[in-house]
């Protein structure tokens, strides 16, 4: 029978992590050789991993607590390096979107000022 480890982040008990996964843009399966735990914080781990294939990185929160395990995932062009420098970064709220939006109405020209 498992033991039960209640609370107790992937840094401290790396033995418990028993998962498979495959990257969500070409399928291939996760080497969690290369995960990365980027942060731990009051019952939080944020996991990065990169597909070996496609070179997809892939961002995970997990979070333990009250008798569960929450596990929220993002696919990402941001290398761990970035997301380490964004994490901080205050949030996109409503209001910045609207603003944005109203910003493209005006500007027809407003794609070329990021060389895309």
Do not use: W
């Amino acid at each position: 029978m498992a033991t039960m480890h209640p609370q107790i982040p992937f840094g401290h008990r790396p033995d418990i992590i028993k998962a498979e996964a495959f990257c969500s843009i070409c399928g291939e399966r996760f080497d969690f050789t290369n995960l990365q735990i980027l942060e731990e914080q009051d019952g939080t781990t944020l996991l990065y991993i990169k597909c070996g294939r496609c070179q997809a990185g892939s961002l995970s929160s997990i979070s333990f607590g009250q008798g569960r395990l929450q596990f929220l995932t993002a696919v990402t062009d941001l290398s761990q390096d970035e997301v380490l420098d964004f994490r901080n970064e205050a949030s996109i709220d409503e209001d910045d979107v609207l603003r944005l939006h109203a910003h493209m109405e005006v500007d027809d020209n407003f794609l070329n000022q990021f060389n895309v």
